[in-house]
């Protein structure tokens, strides 16, 4: 997942990433919201946090799934083996 893996990166960078499609996002001042310069979509900060938890959730889940289908992909490999 490139384009989460990037986003993530880029937390504590100077702007935040868009959570829809990875595009910088601005933000405006006078609405207090962020707006991404490539796919229009506007949070605010508290939105912004939000996705960006479930997003951590989500992928912390898919890598721990992923981790689970290794070893059980390992531990049966050693029962056949010598
Ligand atoms: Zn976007």
Redesign the pocket.
Same mark, same amino acid.
């Not at 937390?11 to 829809?20: A, L």
């Not at 405006?28 to 949070?43: F, H």
């Given at each position: 997942m490139p384009l989460l893996l990037s986003y993530l990166q880029n937390e504590g960078g100077s702007m935040p990433r $868009?959570p829809? $499609? @990875? @595009?910088k996002?601005i933000y405006n001042r006078s609405a207090k919201t962020y707006i991404?310069t490539? $796919? @229009?979509?506007v949070l605010t900060r508290e939105q912004l946090d939000e996705m960006r938890e479930s997003l951590l959730r989500e992928y912390e889940e898919e890598s721990r799934s992923k981790a689970k289908e290794y070893l059980e992909w390992w531990l049966g490999r050693e029962e056949h083996g010598a």
């Amino acid at each position: 997942m490139p384009l989460l893996l990037s986003y993530l990166q880029n937390e504590g960078g100077s702007m935040p990433r $868009c959570p829809e $499609c @990875g @595009g910088k996002m601005i933000y405006n001042r006078s609405a207090k919201t962020y707006i991404c310069t490539s $796919c @229009g979509l506007v949070l605010t900060r508290e939105q912004l946090d939000e996705m960006r938890e479930s997003l951590l959730r989500e992928y912390e889940e898919e890598s721990r799934s992923k981790a689970k289908e290794y070893l059980e992909w390992w531990l049966g490999r050693e029962e056949h083996g010598a």
